[in-house]
C-alpha cells in the first residue's frame, strides 16, 4: 500500500497535550485523523470533549474500543476503588499508570494509519515533565517505532512534539499555534474529571496549572 506523507493519526484524549498536538499537526500535514480510545477510564466525558475539539477543528474523528485494556491490570484511572495517588511514591511511578496503555495505543493507531494510508502517528507524550511513566519515554517511542515498523513492513514515523518540552512550554506552543484560550477553556485534562482548569489538586492538574501559572508569569 502506497502510504502518504501528507496525513497523519494523532492519538487524542481531549487534554491539554494531545489537543496541542493536534493543532500542531494540523500545521504540518495536509490531513488529519483524530483517534480517541475508550479503555475503561472512569471519565468517559473526555471522549466527548475529544470529539467536540475534532469536530470544531475539521478534523476527521475515530473512536476505538480498547476496554481489554482496565481487565489487565489494576490503576486508580479505571478502578474506581482505588484511591488515586496524590504524590508520585519515592521508588515507583504514581498508581495512576495504566499498564500497557500507550504501548496499545500506539500499536492500535499504527493499524489502523495502515488501512488509511497514512504513514505519520502523532503522540503527546512527554519526559520532561511527567509522573515517571515508562511509557512516555523517548526510548520507550523510539523502541516501538522499529518494532512497529517491523512487524508491518511499513516505515511509520512517530512524532512526539512535546517529548523535551515542559508544561510551561506547552501553554507556549499552544499560544504559538493560536489555541492557547481553546486549550485552556474547552479541554480535559483532570484526573477527576473536570473540564478547563479542573479540581486543582489531582497530580494532572497541579502539572498542568503549574506550567500555566509559569507561562503567564513569562508572558507578562
Same mark, same amino acid.
Given at each position: /500500500?502506497? /502510504?502518504?506523507? $501528507?496525513?497523519?493519526?494523532?492519538?487524542?484524549?481531549?487534554? =491539554? +497535550?494531545?489537543?496541542?498536538?493536534?493543532?500542531?499537526?494540523?500545521?504540518?500535514? *495536509?490531513? &488529519?485523523?483524530?483517534?480517541? !480510545?475508550?479503555?475503561?477510564?472512569?471519565?468517559?466525558?473526555?471522549?466527548?470533549?475529544?470529539?467536540?475539539?475534532? $469536530? %470544531?477543528?475539521?478534523?476527521? !474523528?475515530?473512536?476505538?474500543?480498547?476496554? !481489554?485494556?482496565? *481487565?489487565?491490570?489494576?490503576?486508580?484511572?479505571? #478502578?474506581?476503588?482505588?484511591? /488515586?495517588? =496524590?504524590?508520585?511514591?519515592?521508588?515507583?511511578?504514581?498508581?495512576?499508570? &495504566?499498564?500497557?496503555?500507550?504501548? !496499545?495505543?500506539?500499536?492500535?493507531?499504527?493499524?489502523?494509519? @495502515?488501512? *488509511?494510508?497514512?504513514?505519520?502517528?502523532?503522540?503527546?507524550?512527554? =519526559?520532561? +515533565?511527567?509522573?515517571?511513566?515508562?511509557?512516555?519515554? +523517548?526510548?520507550?517511542?523510539?523502541?516501538?517505532?522499529?518494532?512497529?515498523?517491523?512487524? /508491518? #513492513?511499513?516505515?511509520?514515523?512517530?512524532?512526539?512534539?512535546?517529548?523535551?518540552? #515542559?508544561?510551561?512550554?506547552?501553554?507556549?506552543?499552544?499560544?504559538?499555534?493560536?489555541?492557547?484560550?481553546?486549550? @485552556?477553556?474547552?479541554?480535559?485534562?483532570?484526573? %477527576?474529571?473536570?473540564?478547563? +482548569?479542573?479540581?486543582?489538586?489531582?497530580?494532572?492538574?497541579?502539572?498542568? %496549572?503549574?506550567?500555566?501559572?509559569?507561562?503567564?508569569?513569562?508572558?507578562?
Amino acid at each position: /500500500m502506497r /502510504m502518504s506523507n $501528507e496525513s497523519a493519526v494523532v492519538l487524542f484524549s481531549g487534554g =491539554q +497535550d494531545s489537543t496541542t498536538c493536534l493543532f500542531w499537526a494540523k500545521r504540518h500535514f *495536509k490531513k &488529519v485523523y483524530a483517534l480517541s !480510545f475508550l479503555y475503561g477510564q472512569k471519565h468517559q466525558k473526555e471522549v466527548d470533549i475529544a470529539r467536540n475539539i475534532a $469536530e %470544531n477543528a475539521d478534523v476527521e !474523528f475515530h473512536l476505538m474500543d480498547a476496554s !481489554f485494556i482496565s *481487565k489487565l491490570g489494576s490503576n486508580s484511572l479505571t #478502578d474506581s476503588s482505588i484511591e /488515586m495517588d =496524590q504524590e508520585k511514591p519515592a521508588d515507583s511511578f504514581p498508581n495512576t499508570f &495504566v499498564p500497557g496503555r500507550n504501548l !496499545f495505543f500506539l500499536s492500535i493507531a499504527a493499524v489502523f494509519a @495502515r488501512e *488509511k494510508g497514512v504513514r505519520h502517528l502523532v503522540t503527546g507524550v512527554s =519526559q520532561t +515533565d511527567f509522573s515517571g511513566y515508562p511509557d512516555c519515554r +523517548d526510548s520507550f517511542v523510539k523502541s516501538l517505532n522499529v518494532t512497529i515498523n517491523l512487524a /508491518m #513492513d511499513e516505515q511509520f514515523v512517530i512524532h512526539t512534539p512535546l517529548m523535551w518540552i #515542559d508544561k510551561t512550554e506547552t501553554w507556549a506552543l499552544a499560544d504559538e499555534l493560536g489555541v492557547f484560550d481553546l486549550v @485552556r477553556n474547552e479541554t480535559l485534562t483532570c484526573y %477527576n474529571g473536570i473540564p478547563a +482548569d479542573g479540581c486543582g489538586h489531582c497530580p494532572a492538574c497541579k502539572l498542568r %496549572n503549574h506550567g500555566l501559572q509559569e507561562y503567564l508569569k513569562r508572558k507578562n
